[in-house]
């Protein structure tokens, strides 16, 4: 145990030390804490408290919840460009800027406020959970609240900046518009006519895991690329191929053979009848 504890506090040597002072990133554990909860009451205790109650209505909060983090991904997109992409990144092989300047530290901050953004997206299934739409808890939506923030919470500490920054820009410019939907689906039926693109939002969610992984790709092709941790390059890729074929089997499923993805969590529905959704990063959401 000693040996491991040396081993641990050695390794985390290595993060940067400009995001340690910001909240759930001096150690993993707290990080770890949520995502445990989370899954917990996901996977049990959540549909235990909610099995012999009738579903929540959270149609205000959702309207709030969603217009929300449309702005907030607004916001985070804006920092991305400003503290990098459109203010001295090449768009290829950028390393981590790891010094005190402002703009450097800048992208320190819009890093971190990125992956706290993910924790209060953890609220997505909770919803789904308090409204008994456990048909959308699907495998795929749950993988990706759960163990995509967690290496999204490595990245951070340790490469806030750089050439891996891009996907949680592309990430956070899909969800201005995946939100948006999701606000005015929540809106009502007054809304609905507004609704006609929906599945385009999963033809977005397929271009950007091709831009991500295009553009990760060109760790592997410039010789001398100086970004300073190619293990978040290699993850960035498996997930933006993984994350392709999923959401190009719900397409097909879904728009092709007009069926849905394999439940992860299923409970018959008092009617026997099962809202159609629209999947965006992992998320099923109702009409």
Known sequence: MEVLVNNYREFMKGADP??????????PWPMMGIL?????????LGPRLMANRKPVNLKKFMILYNSFL??????????????GWLNGYTWRCDPIDTSQD????????????????????????????????????TFLHVFHHSVLPWSWWWGVKFGPG?????HAMVNCMVHVAMYFYYALSAAGPAFQK????????????????VFVSIHISQ??????CKYQFPIFIHLIWIYGVFFFLLFSNFWYQSYTKG??????MTQPQQNGFHENGAIANGKVKAN
């Open 18 to 27: 400009r995001i340690a002072s910001y909240p759930l990133m001096d150690s």
């Open 36 to 44: 445990l909860g989370y899954a917990y009451f996901v996977l049990s």
């Open 70 to 83: 449309m702005a907030l991904s607004i916001y985070i997109v804006y920092e991305f460009l400003m503290s």
């Open 102 to 137: 402002p703009r450097a530290l800048r992208m320190v901050r819009v890093a971190w406020i990125f992956i706290f953004s993910k924790v209060i997206e953890l609220m997505d299934t909770v919803i789904f959970i308090l409204r008994k739409k456990n048909e959308q808890v």
């Open 162 to 166: 750089g050439m891996g920054s891009f």
């Open 194 to 209: 507004y609704l006609w693109w929906k599945k385009y939002i999963t033809a977005i969610q397929l271009l950007q895991f």
């Open 219 to 224: 760790y592997y092709f410039i010789p001398d």
């Open 259 to 264: 069926k849905r993805l394999p439940k992860f």
